[in-house]
């Protein structure tokens, strides 16, 4: 089994950046797309963006496209997420996930990925 924990979440300004990590450990990380979901209060999952094992597809959701980086070091066993010009409607708890290995896509649907983070929090005021 692989664990996940987030970090890098915080209390932030309208238009301010936060760099997000997922540090996995357990079993192999580097075979695994990786997915950022956030869920804000009362509401359900969101997908954010994902990558592939070897980071050559990357999706991202409408709303944080130009404005999200995903990444990730198959080296250090770590993805990222990097968000700037973060907006109010940004605030939410968000999750790294990864699949199952060897699975080829960068998917969008939680279904994907068996294996979740804790989640840490995002909080951007105006």
């Known amino acids: 089994q692989v664990q996940l924990v987030e970090s890098g979440g915080g209390l932030v300004q309208d238009g301010a950046s936060v760099g997000l990590s997922c540090a996995a450990t357990g079993q192999t990380f580097t075979t695994r797309a990786v997915g950022w979901f956030r869920q804000a209060p009362g509401k359900e999952h969101e997908f954010v963006a994902a990558i592939t094992w070897d980071g050559l597809t990357i999706r991202y959701a409408d709303s944080v496209k130009g404005r999200f980086t995903v990444s990730r070091d198959n080296d250090k066993n770590t993805a990222y997420l990097r968000m700037n010009n973060l907006k109010p409607e940004d605030t939410a708890i968000y999750y790294c996930?990864?699949?199952?290995?060897?699975?080829?896509?960068?998917?969008?649907?939680?279904?994907?990925?068996?294996?979740w983070g804790p989640g840490t929090q995002v909080t951007v005021s105006s």
């Open positions: 996930a990864v699949t199952p290995q060897y699975y080829s896509g960068a998917y969008y649907g939680t279904g994907q990925y068996p294996y």
